[in-house]
C-alpha cells in the first residue's frame, strides 16, 4: 500500500526567500508525481506534474524534482511571496489506466511579509 | 470554460440521516473521482467513474456509494451518517486518459451533528 508523507506539517518563513518542501513515498511503482496547493476553504490547483521517468518540471519560480529510487520529492520555491501562502500536497499516481492519486498529509506554508 | 462545480457548497445534516452530493464535470471529461478531506486522515480517495462505470474504489465502508450520469455529472451518497463523516468531500474530473490530470472542484463541506 502506497503511503506519502510530507515533512514538515507547517513552515513559516520570511518574504524573499527560497524554500523547499519535501515529499516521500513508500512504493517507487509510481507513474507520476504532482504538486497541488490548496487554500482555505477551496479546491485543489494542480502546481506540476512530474511523470515517472522524468526527473524535474519547472514553472515560473516552483521547480519540483523527482527521485524515483529513493521515493523522495521537492518542491522547491523561489523568492516567496506572501500569495505563495497555502497548503502544499503531494500526490502519487501508481497506475496507468485510472486515475487514482494518494496524497500526502500536506505542508501549510505561510509567508510572512 | 466553466470548471467542476459541486453541490451543495455547504450542509449540515444530523447522524442517521442520509446526504447526496452532486458534481459536474468539466464539459467533454468523462472520469469524476471523488475524496474525502479530514483533518485527521487528509485526503483519501472513495471511488472513481468512467463512462458511467465504477473503474476504482477506496476503502470505505459500503455506506458511501456513488454514480454517473450519461452526461458524465456524478452523485454520491452517504447513508445512515456518523460524526466522523463530517469532512470536505471533494470531487475531480479528468478525460479519464489515466494520466491524471485531475481539474478538482471547491467542494462540498458536510457537518454531521
Known amino acids: 500500500k502506497q503511503e506519502v508523507t510530507q515533512i514538515p506539517a507547517a513552515l513559516s518563513v520570511p518574504e524573499g526567500e527560497n524554500l523547499v518542501l519535501n515529499c516521500s513515498f513508500t512504493?517507487?511503482?509510481?507513474?507520476?508525481l504532482q504538486w497541488f496547493r490548496q487554500d482555505p476553504g477551496k479546491g485543489l490547483t494542480s502546481l506540476l506534474l512530474?511523470?515517472?521517468?522524468?526527473r524535474e518540471q519547472t514553472s515560473g519560480r516552483l521547480n519540483a524534482s523527482l527521485d524515483k529510487s529513493s521515493g523522495r520529492s521537492t518542491l522547491y520555491i523561489a523568492a516567496s511571496q506572501p500569495g505563495d501562502s497555502a497548503t502544499y500536497l503531494c500526490?502519487?499516481?501508481?497506475?496507468?489506466?485510472?486515475?487514482?492519486?494518494?496524497f500526502g498529509t500536506g505542508t501549510r506554508l505561510t509567508i510572512i511579509p | 470554460k466553466a470548471g467542476v462545480t459541486q453541490t451543495p457548497r455547504y450542509l449540515i445534516k444530523t447522524r442517521g440521516q442520509q446526504v447526496t452530493l452532486s458534481c459536474s464535470p468539466i464539459?467533454?471529461?468523462?472520469?469524476v473521482s471523488w475524496y474525502q478531506q479530514t483533518p485527521g486522515q487528509g485526503l483519501q480517495f472513495l471511488f472513481e467513474?468512467?463512462?458511467?462505470?465504477?473503474?476504482n474504489k477506496g476503502n470505505f465502508p459500503g455506506r458511501f456509494s456513488g454514480r454517473q450520469f450519461s452526461n458524465s455529472r456524478s452523485e454520491m451518497n452517504v447513508s445512515t451518517l456518523e460524526l466522523g463523516d463530517s469532512a470536505l468531500y471533494l470531487c475531480?474530473?479528468?478525460f479519464g486518459s489515466g494520466a491524471n490530470v485531475l481539474t478538482f472542484g471547491a467542494g462540498s463541506r458536510l457537518t454531521v451533528l
Open positions: 464539459s467533454g471529461h468523462r472520469s
Open positions: 475531480a474530473s479528468s
Open positions: 512504493d517507487s511503482a509510481i507513474y507520476n
Open positions: 500526490a502519487v499516481g501508481s497506475n496507468f489506466g485510472n486515475e487514482k492519486l494518494t
Open positions: 467513474y468512467f463512462s458511467e462505470t465504477q473503474r
Open positions: 512530474i511523470q515517472s521517468s522524468q
